[in-house]
């Protein structure tokens, strides 16, 4: 029996055109693009917080985004529901029925996760436990029940399904359900009827997700092309699909089943409708730099489609005030001794140093400049500490730092605001990279290169006991333990099943994380600032790792970094390890005798429900504050961090971009087999808070590491380090947000 599960962040509208019955009606809507008498109803649902697995982000601002467009389209009614568990989810679709029976549209909006059993599509309530594909029809909604709710609306039923999230909701797929598994995407609907159904993503394909603040990139062009005056549906389709295929450079494909009517969403001139006056007052503002215009325009249109885009220009103006200030300050920072070579300390493992050894060469050749590179100090706590105390001192021979993603919060008050250099480039990183540069509105860092937490596991040795990659932490470790039991008995006596960087470090805190979140928990922060993780998946996690320890890790592996792990791995001797992406470029070296015999996965889920999701891992540079030589610095910055060297990093050393176009580079793409999917890896990866804690974030990351080893070492139950970790973070506290 087949199987496949996916997170489904879906927008369900559902439309048809009785055509046959209703002639007229279509030629006058063809022309006015709507009827004022039509009654158009929606009902909007947001699934975000699910009990057996993490939140989702998306899909309550999506549901927001879509129910906000329909009622400034003048639906006449909007059901908007968030969170619904099953038996609320059956009562509002009654409802809905109920309106849709009655009305000329019915469209239904869904987001959150589904699951797809043997070509039929299933929707996720918030409370379901879908441990087999039997408990499906009990616990999930289907897709037909919610295409039957607008049945029998008038003119338009209509379905959009934007789903197949990278993050995705793997849910269990029990050994009876066969081997075959596909967990990314969403297969195409089955018949539909009379209903005319879209897809976000086309078959297999992912749906990118929106970021922090953004909508996803299809609800963004849908809602944008609903409310396009005058656009029927059909082409208001066309339109996103296109939008969709350009802004994610050709990895998402919207995709339509059935026919869609040419009616618009947009009747010009209907009652209720939007308001032509703020498209007519937006179009004359132009590319307008006046505050006080654009200012007023959001006050006169303050629920326009043009505000947020009124707001987004408010806040560049801003910002370029605040960069002119700078670039004014920095006028008067001595950057006259050109003789003197600016200091980069750069970072060390793997081909780190000779990478940067060459790139900064470079630069000095071209512009004349001297460069002394300083290699970082390899334990980051060193590193970390020696960088704190040259700032502290203000000591002036160190201008440029390699630093952590979490480091900003830390460092941000002793680092150079770069926007005044930058001239607006930092924008082509990805946001999750840009965020973790952004300290108060300044920007202390420019992104370099990012990472995410990955299972690296040996093809060849999967190949030789029949196995293949695992998808569960649980399939891992009797996977590990098969392999380790066979090598062993053919001779290969210290191989090891699996191996992680289990040193009290950065590194433990971030694979602590991961483990963490593929059992379901988080790091919460109440509106108290008191600082939690989920007790339950936190023991689940430590158990499952201390239950490694002495059976598929050997208990050295507590003092392990993530470098010693792969040079281990590397010697032959280890069939699985965790670590970040820059090791495949190094098994796959001409020189390496694991050349081709490594494969790389998301790390796996806890248990059968869970997540498959790594840490948001990455480097950024910085200027120091006492730096004399700002401007140089400032420019040797932005040349390593500018397109040229990060491709050339990635082709050649594996180092995942920080830059989102190189994700559309077709020579990145094929140089390393992490690259297709490390996008979606890195926008969907977890991110340690230490934007939310700022200085505090050491304090954070030390109790999760500490906690994490004495449970490992045997020192603690994994109850007992559960439950201190939550003790000790209660104590520590984020900083109140305003
Ligand atoms: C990697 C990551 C970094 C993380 C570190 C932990 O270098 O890029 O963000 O803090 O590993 O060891």
């Not at 959150?112 to 929707?123: A, P, Q, S, T």
């Not at 505050?291 to 806040?315: C, D, G, K």
């Not at 004014?328 to 200091?343: F, N, W």
Request: charged content about 25%.
């Amino acid at each position: 029996m087949v199987i496949r599960r996916f997170i489904l962040t879906a927008v369900l509208l559902a439309a048809f055109v009785s055509g046959l019955c209703k002639p007229l009606h279509y030629a006058l809507a063809n022309v006015s693009g709507g009827l004022a008498s039509d009654r158009r109803v929606a009902l909007v649902i947001g699934n975000s917080r699910y009990g057996s697995v993490a939140p989702l982000v998306d899909p309550e601002r999506d549901s927001r985004a879509v129910a906000a467009t329909l009622t400034e389209l003048g639906f006449s009614k909007v059901m908007l529901e968030a969170d619904l568990p099953r038996d609320r989810f059956l009562s509002r679709l009654r409802t809905f029925a109920e309106l849709a029976d009655h009305a000329d549209w019915a469209i239904v909006y869904f987001a959150g996760h589904g699951i797809e059993v043997n070509g039929d599509d299933f929707l996720l309530p918030v409370d379901a436990r879908v441990l087999t594909d039997t408990d499906v029809e009990s616990e999930a909604i289907s897709l037909r029940q919610l295409t039957a709710a607008t049945a029998k609306a008038a003119n338009v039923r209509l379905v959009i399904i934007d789903a197949s999230r990278s993050n995705p909701f793997f849910a269990s797929t029990t050994r009876e359900m066969g081997d075959h598994r596909n967990d990314e995407g969403l297969a195409p609907p089955g018949p539909t009827g009379d209903v005319a159904v879209v897809l976000s993503a086309k078959a297999g394909q992912l749906a990118r997700e929106g970021g922090q603040f953004a909508n996803s990139p299809f609800v963004a062009s849908l809602v944008k092309s609903l409310r396009k005056p005058g656009l029927d549906l059909d082409a208001s389709f066309h339109r996103t699909r296109n939008e969709v295929i350009v802004s994610t450079g050709g990895l998402q494909e919207p995709a339509l089943y059935g026919t869609l009517p040419k009616l618009a969403a947009n009747t010009a001139g209907r009652t209720g409708g939007i308001s032509l006056s703020d498209d007519a007052a937006w179009e004359s503002l132009g590319a307008t730099v006046d505050r006080t215009s654009l200012t007023r325009f959001t006050e006169q249109f303050p629920r326009s489609p043009w505000s947020a885009a009124a707001h987004v220009r408010l806040a560049e103006l801003q910002r370029a005030l605040v960069i002119s200030d700078a670039i004014r300050d920095d006028k008067s920072a001595t950057d006259t001794i050109d003789d003197t070579p600016v200091t980069i300390s750069c970072g060390t493992p793997g081909v780190e140093l000779t990478f940067c050894e060459r790139e900064v060469a470079i630069w000095a050749r071209n512009t004349g400049n001297k460069v002394k590179v300083i290699p970082a100090p390899a334990p980051m706590d060193d590193r970390l500490n020696l960088y704190l105390k040259s700032l502290e001192s203000q000591e002036t021979n160190l201008d440029i730092m390699q630093i952590d993603v979490t480091w900003s919060g830390i460092l941000a008050d002793n680092l150079v605001d770069l926007y005044a250099y930058s001239s607006g480039t930092e924008n082509e990183s990805l946001p999750t990279a840009l965020d973790a540069a952004v300290v108060s509105d300044r920007l202390v860092a420019m992104p370099w290169f990012v990472d995410s937490g990955l299972l690296f596991y040996r093809k060849d040795l999967l190949a030789k006991y029949g196995l293949k990659p695992p998808q569960t932490w649980e399939e891992l470790a009797e996977s590990a333990a098969a392999i380790q039991k066979g090598e062993r008995a053919r001779g290969k006596r210290k191989f090891q099943g699996f191996l992680f960087n289990g040193l009290a470090a950065e590194g433990l805190t971030c694979f602590a994380l991961e483990m963490i979140n593929a059992y379901g928990g988080q790091v919460k922060n109440d509106e108290n600032g008191v600082l939690s993780i989920d007790a339950a998946a936190t023991e689940q996690a430590l158990k499952t790792m201390s239950g490694w320890i002495g059976n598929i890790s050997p208990k050295r592996v507590v003092r392990l970094s993530e470098e010693a792990a792969r040079q281990e791995f590397q010697n032959g001797n280890v069939a699985f390890m965790r670590n970040w992406p820059y090791v495949l470029h190094l098994t796959e070296e001409n020189s390496s005798n694991l050349r081709g015999k490594v494969g790389v996965t998301p790390l796996p889920r806890g248990g059968v429900l869970g997540n498959r999701t790594g840490v948001l891992g990455g480097w950024q540079l910085a200027v120091s504050k006492y730096s004399r030589q700002r401007k140089k610095a400032a420019s040797l910055v932005l040349f390593l961090t500018g397109i040229e060297v990060q491709k050339e990093r990635a082709i050649e050393g594996g180092y995942a971009p920080a830059l989102g176009a190189l994700y559309r580079d077709p020579d990145v793409l094929k140089s390393n087999a992490i690259f297709p999917d490390m996008y979606t890896a890195v926008t969907n990866s977890i991110v340690r808070p230490s934007r939310l804690l700022g200085p505090k974030y050491d304090d954070f990351s030390t109790i999760l590491r500490e906690e994490v080893k004495d449970a490992l070492s045997g020192k603690t139950s994994p109850e007992a380090a559960a439950e201190a970790i939550n003790t000790r973070l209660y104590a520590l506290r984020a900083p109140q947000q305003k």
